[in-house]
Protein backbone atom coordinates (compact mmCIF):
# COMPACT_ATOMS: atom_id res chain seq x y z
CA UNK A 1 0.00 0.00 0.00
CA UNK A 2 1.63 3.22 -0.93
CA UNK A 3 1.03 6.20 1.19
CA UNK A 4 1.19 9.92 0.16
CA UNK A 5 1.91 12.83 1.88
CA UNK A 6 1.94 16.93 -0.08
CA UNK A 7 3.78 19.47 1.95
CA UNK A 8 3.97 23.48 1.23
CA UNK A 9 0.66 24.68 0.02
CA UNK A 10 -0.21 27.63 1.48
CA UNK A 11 -1.32 31.70 0.63
CA UNK A 12 -0.20 33.72 -1.99
CA UNK A 13 -0.37 36.72 -3.91
CA UNK A 14 -0.95 36.66 -7.90
CA UNK A 15 2.43 36.52 -9.35
CA UNK A 16 3.92 34.86 -6.56
CA UNK A 17 5.43 31.63 -5.93
CA UNK A 18 5.25 28.32 -4.46
CA UNK A 19 6.52 24.65 -4.11
CA UNK A 20 4.26 21.92 -3.18
CA UNK A 21 5.96 18.35 -2.73
CA UNK A 22 4.44 14.58 -1.60
CA UNK A 23 6.29 12.19 -0.60
CA UNK A 24 5.78 8.87 -1.15
CA UNK A 25 6.15 5.47 1.00
CA UNK A 26 4.90 2.14 0.87
CA UNK A 27 5.86 1.37 -2.56
CA UNK A 28 8.44 1.16 -5.33
CA UNK A 29 8.25 4.82 -5.99
CA UNK A 30 10.08 4.52 -9.14
CA UNK A 31 8.10 1.70 -10.85
CA UNK A 32 5.09 4.18 -10.27
CA UNK A 33 3.06 6.96 -12.65
CA UNK A 34 2.76 9.90 -10.63
CA UNK A 35 0.20 13.20 -11.06
CA UNK A 36 -0.82 16.61 -9.16
CA UNK A 37 -4.31 17.17 -9.38
CA UNK A 38 -6.44 19.99 -8.16
CA UNK A 39 -9.69 20.51 -7.09
CA UNK A 40 -11.26 23.97 -6.44
CA UNK A 41 -14.83 24.43 -4.04
CA UNK A 42 -18.10 23.12 -6.18
CA UNK A 43 -15.73 22.06 -8.86
CA UNK A 44 -14.61 18.54 -9.81
CA UNK A 45 -11.01 17.19 -9.63
CA UNK A 46 -9.07 18.52 -12.45
CA UNK A 47 -5.61 17.27 -13.73
CA UNK A 48 -2.60 19.41 -13.27
CA UNK A 49 0.62 17.78 -13.85
CA UNK A 50 1.68 14.60 -14.46
CA UNK A 51 4.72 12.06 -15.01
CA UNK A 52 4.74 8.65 -16.82
CA UNK A 53 7.23 5.93 -15.04
CA UNK A 54 9.34 6.63 -18.29
CA UNK A 55 9.50 9.98 -17.57
CA UNK A 56 7.15 11.87 -19.90
CA UNK A 57 5.42 14.31 -18.92
CA UNK A 58 2.51 16.73 -19.45
CA UNK A 59 0.92 19.73 -18.43
CA UNK A 60 -2.85 21.31 -18.64
CA UNK A 61 -3.17 24.13 -20.95
CA UNK A 62 -4.01 25.91 -18.17
CA UNK A 63 -0.32 25.39 -16.51
CA UNK A 64 1.87 25.56 -19.14
CA UNK A 65 4.52 27.15 -18.97
CA UNK A 66 3.98 28.49 -15.14
CA UNK A 67 4.09 24.95 -13.54
CA UNK A 68 6.56 22.68 -13.48
CA UNK A 69 6.67 18.61 -12.03
CA UNK A 70 9.59 17.15 -10.98
CA UNK A 71 10.68 13.59 -9.26
CA UNK A 72 13.40 12.20 -7.24
CA UNK A 73 13.60 8.60 -7.24
CA UNK A 74 16.19 8.52 -5.01
CA UNK A 75 14.56 10.74 -2.74
CA UNK A 76 10.66 9.43 -3.29
CA UNK A 77 9.08 12.65 -3.89
CA UNK A 78 7.48 14.26 -6.90
CA UNK A 79 6.75 18.08 -6.60
CA UNK A 80 5.32 21.10 -8.49
CA UNK A 81 6.90 24.36 -8.96
CA UNK A 82 3.78 26.91 -9.55
CA UNK A 83 4.84 30.31 -10.67
CA UNK A 84 2.94 33.54 -12.12
CA UNK A 85 -0.08 31.94 -9.99
CA UNK A 86 -3.17 33.31 -10.69
CA UNK A 87 -6.36 33.63 -8.28
CA UNK A 88 -8.07 30.88 -10.49
CA UNK A 89 -5.62 28.32 -9.05
CA UNK A 90 -6.71 28.41 -5.69
CA UNK A 91 -7.73 24.69 -4.79
CA UNK A 92 -6.79 21.86 -2.67
CA UNK A 93 -4.19 19.76 -4.81
CA UNK A 94 -3.75 16.44 -4.70
CA UNK A 95 -0.98 14.22 -5.36
CA UNK A 96 -1.28 10.74 -6.73
CA UNK A 97 0.39 7.49 -7.79
CA UNK A 98 -0.53 4.89 -10.20
CA UNK A 99 1.33 1.44 -10.33
CA UNK A 100 2.49 1.45 -13.84
CA UNK A 101 5.36 0.62 -15.95
CA UNK A 102 4.36 2.13 -19.28
CA UNK A 103 5.36 4.74 -21.36
CA UNK A 104 1.88 6.30 -20.91
CA UNK A 105 1.33 9.41 -19.13
CA UNK A 106 -2.12 9.53 -17.47
CA UNK A 107 -4.39 12.37 -16.98
CA UNK A 108 -7.72 11.57 -15.50
CA UNK A 109 -8.59 10.97 -11.75
CA UNK A 110 -9.99 7.74 -12.11
CA UNK A 111 -6.82 6.40 -13.84
CA UNK A 112 -5.07 6.43 -10.26
CA UNK A 113 -4.82 3.83 -7.04
CA UNK A 114 -3.66 5.99 -4.67
CA UNK A 115 -3.95 9.67 -3.27
CA UNK A 116 -2.82 12.14 -0.68
CA UNK A 117 -4.92 13.97 1.81
CA UNK A 118 -4.47 17.57 -0.14
CA UNK A 119 -2.33 20.52 0.52
CA UNK A 120 -4.61 23.76 0.11
CA UNK A 121 -2.94 26.67 -2.25
CA UNK A 122 -4.59 30.16 -2.13
CA UNK A 123 -3.90 32.51 -4.43
CA UNK A 124 -5.31 36.05 -3.46
CA UNK A 125 -5.82 39.06 -6.24
Known amino acids: QVQLVESGGGLVQAGGSLRLSCAAS????????MGWFRQAPGKEREFVAAFSWRGGIRYADSVKGRFTISRDNAKNTVSLQMNSLKPEDTAVYYCAARDDNTILVFTAAGEYDYWGQGTQVTVSS
Open 26 to 33: GGTFSSYA
